[in-house]
């Protein structure tokens, strides 16, 4: 059963920028798909990015803003994110799944295995 952690959540102003981590108990080679949702209060978890293999996908919302990134050498998961805005204020989850991706959309229906969540908080 694999295990992954996330950290580097924590608060900024609108227009700063946070590096989340993600570090899994095993290979990251293991996962063909990597991503990272969020959830903010009182709305359902939405896709943020994914890797399906070496393929990025970006929700409309963080295009340009946010980047996701693999080491494998490492097992960790990646996201930058820069020029923050309060609507980004959420808990981030990292997923993962031994196979490829499902479908063209970030969907949670791709994923086995999940973090506990850091939060994100952006303060305007």
Known sequence: QAQL???GGGSVQAGGSLR???VASEYTSNFGCMGWFRQ???KEREGVARINKEVTDYADSVKGRFTISKDNAKNTLYLEMIS???EDTAMYYCAAARGYCLGR???QSSYTYWGPGTQVTVSS
Do not use: R, T
Request: hydrophobic fraction near 35%; include cysteine; aromatic fraction near 0%.
């Open 20 to 22: 989340l981590s993600c």
């Open 5 to 7: 952690v996330e950290s």
């Open 105 to 107: 959309q970030i969907s």
């Open 84 to 86: 923050l805005k309060p």
């Open 40 to 42: 903010a209060p009182g």
